[in-house]
């Protein structure tokens, strides 16, 4: 398993030139494809090793896009051929209407706003409760309804409180994560790391010239150009690829229900019906799968959990 920090600039990764600093979401897909192909030229012994593409949250809107360019290169010939299987998407950002949009409907279903809530907005906004009218005041009257009764949840996992991430009380997970700034800025780890001294002044969780914000334009680093991987998603069916797509029921920064849309707008067969997994006897989330001519999609939930959450316990 390889963990690679793209785009450049944020875990220890850096550009030497400005130009070099600069990326964006369709130029990430290709430089992806590039790092992974030069990787293997160097490590020959990996080539015949099933490559699976993999990321998490944000990224995926690039995922697919990077999987396809494999797929891609293999097609033109390109050398060395990598022994591209398909992709793994976490907690996927996948369509950034839909996905945001869903949050409504998450927060109905699990009870964070009332029938009466649910329906005047769905009934006022005509769907669209990201970027509504402005004019519309029907609809902002029941949008400001639905931002008191959320805004003091933890979107990433709703059965956590929420956290001053600044000043954590011990309980919080944030409260844990101040320590990966102290570790991270070790000498001794980045030397453990193989971090070439001095490129990295301080380390820092969070690039906030490229971290994604829902109401975020362009930076001057980065440009956010791919806006749906649902195309991508697509072309990837007719690649006899094997795709896993993983969602924990409690998230609501990216919702379960947005990616159950856009996995039916697929319009794949039912290969095996909604069914539970287990993990020492215990239901630990949901399954199904759906297969059309040599493409798997695996599509699983993690009960009671978010994925980002479920991977760092």
Known sequence: MIFVDLPVGTGFSYSKTWEASRSSDSGLALQSYEFIQKWLEEHPRFLDNPLYMSGISYINIVLPAA???VYKGNDRGNQPRLNIKGCICVSPLTDKFSDFNSRLEFAHRVALISDDIYESTKGTCNGNYINPDPENNACSNNLQRVDECTRDINLSYILDPLCDAENPE?????????????????????????????????????????????????????????????DYHKQLVARNAQVLILNGDHDMNFPYVGTEKWIKSLDLPIASPWTPWFVSNKVAGYRTTYAKNGYTLTYETIKARNMLVSLIA
């Open 67 to 69: 999987t396809l360019e």
């Open 170 to 230: 011990d309980k919080c997970r944030e409260a844990a994560e101040i320590y990966l700034d102290y570790w991270a800025n070790y000498k001794i780890v980045q030397k453990a790391l193989h971090i070439r001294e001095g490129t990295i002044e301080t380390w820092h969780k969070l690039n906030d010239s490229i971290a994604y914000d829902i109401n975020k334009e362009d930076t001057t680093c980065y440009s956010y150009d791919i806006f749906s991987s649902v």
